[in-house]
């Protein structure tokens, strides 16, 4: 993959950004990620690759736009998997919480996994601990491994988790053994990318959370020199015959950094919508401007960009046609509500659409 496409996927994630952020505590989800996903994909028109999305908003029935299969990009470049998370956090941002984000990863065709939309159990670790910790393992195991390889105390190593009922079993282990307990309230991305990033003090993430979000931690920490492992979750015979449909023969085995995205280059870019451990949020500036910060990293190089960008929002068209096209099908705070999403958000597409192609 060309390395200037690593800016022209930026410049993608950071539009996605900027749609969302209005809606901010507004206590509206889904009106978040319509503004994030029709930004997304209006920009993606413009990075030049022959992209096909293998993690998206869901299948072609579900979501009008960055759907399983879909083709972006301008069809001028090199043809590539893409992952994409428009929004990622979508109840932190209706809450106003911390660390939402919009992410994408690319990497070449063939390489990423198509993920389903199910639960994986999750092991991320920094580079410290790479090779040296097994998701095989019970957990009292794997916190006493760490200790031995950091040189610390059990009781001075700090573990992430998403507070959620299912980890309960979980937690109850991390409280028997000693460790420190940092809770996540959502944003399955940003927390397993954290062990890897020594000012966020986190040594281990650990817990399930979504599949497709598996893979993208896997581009970004593939990027950081970090490790992900992880072991998708079937609920029920139609999830595990999903697995098969997608190519995944052996549902309950564990999946390496390789079999989520391969072994060859990978882009990962992320632009903070909510302030949080790794990026700062969206921040309005006088004079009608926005500040953004991202990362956007390579991962044949190890090369870890921070951008941080200020945008003169009236020059920003795509913002101006996802508003009118979200203001066209109702008033703020109701987006969403009153019909199915795909049906709304194919609308507001289909009217963005139009917009950019007047304009």
Known sequence: MERELALEIVR??????????????????????????????????????KGTVVIGEGEMDEAPMLYIGEEVG?????????????????????KGLNNALSVIAVAGKGNLLHAPDMYMEKLAVGPALVGKVSIEDPIDVTLRKAATELNKNISDLTVMILDRDRHESIIKTLRKVGVRIKFLSDGDVAGAMAPAFPEAGIDIYVGSGGAPEGVLAAAALSCLGGEIQGRLMPANADEYQRCLKMGITEPYRVLTMEDM???????????????GEILGGVRYLADDRAETQSIVMRAKTRTIRYIRTQH????????HKVRQAQSSESAPGSTLKKQPKASKTENAAGSVKEAMNQG
Do not use: C, H, Q, Y
Not at 22 to 45: C, H, I, Q, V
Not at 313 to 319: A, D, H, I, N, S
């Open 261 to 275: 995205i391969g072994k060859d280059d990978v882009i990962f870019a992320a632009t903070g919508v909510t302030p």
């Open 312 to 319: 003169f929002l009236p020059g920003k068209e795509v913002l």
């Open 12 to 49: 993608v994630t950071e539009l996605a950004a900027l749609a969302s952020a209005p809606w901010m505590g507004r206590g509206d989800k889904n009106s978040a990620d319509e503004a994030a996903t029709l930004a997304m994909r209006a920009m993606f028109d413009s990075v030049s690759i």
């Open 74 to 94: 301008n069809s001028e470049g090199p043809e590539v998997d893409v992952a994409v998370d428009p929004l990622e956090g979508t109840e932190i941002v209706a």
